[in-house]
């Protein structure tokens, strides 16, 4: 009997040390004694910039990381302020953020949505990043975006076209500047049907993720609507780098137009397939054969060479503007790297000022704050026109550029024309549009 | 102690003194300090290299016992993290099932590819097991798009079934206990983060490390090396290897679905790229680096790899010139020059070197590195080792 007592009190014992042992942690600070996630506390602010700097995608990765260093600098009131002076509000002082000296750390995305939210999450966890910024594929955008609404972080997005980020995919912490698929096919549409009539056969390749699905979608609906007729369209990896093989059905297929829903490397692989494949040179159904990239860029068109000369696309921004706002963004980075900004890296900078700009008029760092102060904002003097920062769906809405290939450039930056500015009012859409639909924004996370 | 021998004891007890206390180690610089830039202790990284450690362990359960190379095995790291991800989707955050089924699925896969690759060995062997790991990895990006999400990796959304979700935490738990919830330790400069996903990933890597030490010593463990030997003559003796080597597989292949299931669980996302062959060339790496058929060495090559990926890739120019800055303008300018293709995007570089440098003067990995110190500082002590690891191959 006695024997069995002794177990009782050893397992009592046992139970007592283990519930010490349990309440331990308890003395030790939570961390949810901040009032958001990496408030910032000392004198200075750190934000995350996070870039493909290897993959499809690094040249569009390099630029934006230019300039993001160029909108740290203004921030912080060195160099001559570049597009912060002609920016409609006029909140920042030059001071960094709320008088805090702005800081930033770096990471590799790879282009990976695995890799880029390691690297989000060691920003956040040990760089104490209270924003992060980044992304030049939407995939990895979308994996990020959703990573910081956990984190309860803000996310700037930067490259991303897929109509998923602020559509099936939006959340109420990311936020985009940039275009996307939607409006590409509703600003192309009119002007290809200027170009190449409305009885056309369209074929379609596409990298197969999130982008090449939504923009995919967004031209069918739109060139279909001209009276256009899809004939096929092909999905292609991401990473593949030949694509030969996906051309030559091309030519056999009775198709008058080729749409090429790549971007990067990508595009500039396939369409140099494409022409040396001599489509361009090809009649048939009685027309001319045509090659479409709906989204194009000017490091795009310098890597596919004379290849692009003729060929029609979209753009969210183009250097050549002739805008206060362009001219001065052009020129201060020009000054600083010697060569002209690319679209990726005025949409960078764009949503770094704009970010700046929330926290400054919010007074706060918190996410919630931020949030507040974004939704609805409308501004002016980033290059773009008059901009509305959409409350439903963290999507802005500006004019969209229709580009074309140039015939006769005159420099190595030259690459691209402005065919027409499509205003902001013809590539609205309805926030609940089909396209977009299925996802919500959430609640705000501010995290801690 | 639980039925192990002294020695195999005390790294037991190393290994879980290292894991538990790994948010002290890791963190030796204060904040704000120019070193903090090498700090790891940080939730994301010390869960990764436990959860890396796991599945180097399952690894060199096939390669450094069986010889068996395999090429794939990040195709069961996938299949473990969609198993999760698919659980959050259906149940609710809770990532105990989502670890069961993970496990019991990678095993299945295992069973089925080892089934049909055991039927060849050398190279063979590690080319039926690529082609299966590329051609789930294929799958996964783009046929198997409803199931897997294709490039944008699998996610819960707001309208996902979660037919128990009710009012528990809506980020992956173990009955309440939420994964990414830290507490903070402050001590002067110091910051220590004690995170309960890394907690969690450290305990599960503790039982691996104790199962995979019972493999290692059983009669199972034995027969495995026994095929690593000779396989011919153990067919001569009249055993058939097969089952063993397959049992051998399915058991990593398990470890692998686990591991996969502990990423997912931390993080609630799941990529096809991480089925992808680079995926299960790491794995190979951390092994041959930390030591090929030795017990802790996987673990030390999971951690060596998983730190270069995350610190060495983070600093940039800025920094660079940081440090640097005590240097006269020319020479501070040249110093970034020269060490700048080492660091940021260049990270894969520095770890190739080293990686050479360890194959080629360090055969036996990181393992043989500790024991020349060991016997070069520890005298008597690290000759006793010797002669009693030279009986062991009686041929």
């Known amino acids: 009997m006695s024997k069995t007592n002794m177990t009782r009190r050893g397992v009592l014992k046992t139970g007592a040390i283990a519930g010490a042992g349990v309440a331990l942690p308890t003395i030790f600070t939570a961390s949810s004694a901040a009032a958001y996630t990496n408030e910032p506390t000392g004198s200075s602010v750190t934000l995350g910039f996070n870039v493909p700097q290897t993959g499809p995608y690094a040249d569009e990765g390099a630029d934006e990381l230019r300039a993001y260093q160029l ?69 990895v955008a979308i994996a990020v975006q959703g990573l910081c609404q956990e984190a309860g972080v803000i996310f700037m997005a930067g ?165 206060d706002a362009s001219k001065a963004f052009v020129k201060s980075f020009g000054t600083k790297y010697g060569f002209p900004p690319s679209q ?76 027409e500015v499509t205003p902001a009012a013809q590539v609205t859409y309805a926030p609940d549009h089909p396209m977009f639909a299925g996802g919500a924004l959430g609640e705000c996370n501010p995290g801690a | 102690m639980l039925g192990l021998n002294k020695k195999d004891t005390s790294l037991m007890i190393l290994v879980a003194v290292l894991a538990l206390c790994a948010p002290f180690i890791l963190n030796p610089f204060p904040e704000g300090s120019a070193m903090a830039q090498f700090n790891a202790g940080y939730p994301d990284l010390m869960q990764r290299f436990v959860i890396f450690g796991i599945f180097a362990i399952g690894f060199n359960i096939l390669f450094g016992l069986t010889g068996y190379l395999s090429f794939g095995h990040a195709a069961f790291l996938g299949v473990g993290s969609y198993s999760v991800v698919w659980m959050y989707k259906l149940l609710n955050y809770n990532i105990l099932p989502g670890l069961v089924l993970s496990v019991l699925t990678a095993g299945l896969f295992a069973l089925l590819i080892g089934y049909v690759s055991l039927r060849r060995s050398g190279i063979y062997f590690s080319i039926l097991t690529l082609a299966f790991a590329q051609m789930s990895f294929n799958l996964a990006y783009s046929v198997l798009t409803p199931i897997t999400n294709g490039e944008t990796g699998l996610q819960v959304y707001t309208n996902d079934a979660q037919i128990f979700l009710g009012d528990g935490p809506t980020s992956p738990h173990l009955f309440g206990i939420v994964m990414n919830k830290s507490a903070d330790l402050n001590i002067g400069a110091w910051e220590f983060t004690f995170n309960n996903g890394y907690y969690f990933c450290a305990i599960v890597m503790l039982v691996m490390f104790y199962l995979s030490i019972r493999i290692f ?88 790899i998983k730190y270069f990926e995350n610190i060495f890739s983070k600093i940039n120019d800025t920094i660079l010139h940081q440090w640097f800055a005590f240097l006269p303008d020319g020479l501070e300018n040249f110093m970034v020059f020269i060490v700048h293709p080492f660091i940021g995007k260049g990270w894969h570089l520095t770890l190739g070197i080293l990686f050479m440098l360890v194959v080629i003067f360090l055969p036996g990995g990181l393992v043989e590195g500790g024991q020349r110190l060991k016997r070069a500082f520890g005298g008597k002590d690290a000759g006793k080792d010797k002669p009693d690891a030279s009986t062991e191959p009686a041929e």
């Not at chain 1, 996410?367 to 002016?380: K, R, T, V």
């Not at chain 2, 990423?263 to 062959?277: F, H, I, K, T, V």
Request: contains cysteine; proline residues 3%; charged residues 15%.
């Open chain 1, 344 to 419: 990726a890296a005025h949409t960078v900078y764009c949503q770094t000022l704009l970010y700046a700009d929330a926290a400054t008029r919010a007074g706060t760092f918190n996410p919630c704050g931020i949030a507040e102060a974004l939704e609805g904002f409308e501004f002016d003097g980033l290059g773009n026109g008059p901009t509305l920062y959409r409350a439903e769906d963290h999507q802005c809405f500006k004019d969209v550029l229709v580009v074309r290939g140039k015939e006769n450039p005159t420099s190595e930056f030259d690459l691209l024309e402005v065919v």
């Open chain 1, 71 to 139: 909108a740290v600098e203004h921030l912080n009131g060195e160099g001559d302020g570049g597009m912060m002076n002609t920016f409609s509000s006029k909140e920042l002082q030059g001071n960094g953020i709320l008088g805090k000296k702005v800081e930033f750390v770096t990471g590799d995305t790879q282009t990976k949505s695995d890799a880029a939210r390691a690297s989000a999450k060691s920003m956040i966890e040990k760089d104490g990043a209270v924003m992060i910024t980044g992304g030049s594929s939407s995939g």
């Open chain 2, 217 to 304: 010593r059983s009669p199972f463990g034995m027969m495995l090396r026994a095929i690593k030997s000779n396989q011919t003559r153990l067919n001569y003796t009249g055993l058939n290897p097969r089952p063993y080597a397959l049992a051998a597989f399915v058991i990593s292949g398990m470890y692998a679905g686990l591991a996969g299931g502990l990423m997912a669980s931390m993080d609630p996302l799941a990529g096809a790229e991480r089925m992808q062959w680079t995926a299960s060339g790491e794995v190979v790496l951390m092994t041959i680096l930390g030591g090929t058929g030795t017990l802790i060495g996987p673990v030390l090559g999971a951690g060596f």
């Open chain 1, 159 to 323: 490259l991303t076209h897929s109509n998923d980020t602020t559509g099936k995919d939006k959340k109420a912490n990311g936020f985009r500047h940039f275009f996307n698929g939607y409006m590409s096919g509703a600003a192309l549409a009119p002007v290809l049907q200027n170009l190449y009539g409305s009885d056309r056969n369209a074929y379609h390749l596409t990298a197969d993720y999130t982008w090449g699905w939504t923009q995919e979608e967004s031209i069918k609906a739109a060139t279909e609507a001209l009276g256009w007729n899809t004939v096929n369209a092909v999905k292609t990896p991401l990473a593949a780098t030949d694509f030969s093989s996906y051309i030559a059905p091309v030519l056999n297929s009775g198709a008058d137009v080729l749409v090429l829903n790549h971007y990067g490397g990508n595009m500039v692989n396939s369409l140099t397939n494409a022409v040396q494949f001599g489509l361009r040179d090809k009649v048939v159904n009685g027309k001319n054969f045509e090659i479409v990239v709906p989204l194009y860029s000017r490091l795009m068109a310098k890597g596919a060479g004379e290849n692009v000369k003729g060929i029609h696309g979209s753009t969210n921004w183009h250097w050549s503007l002739q805008d």
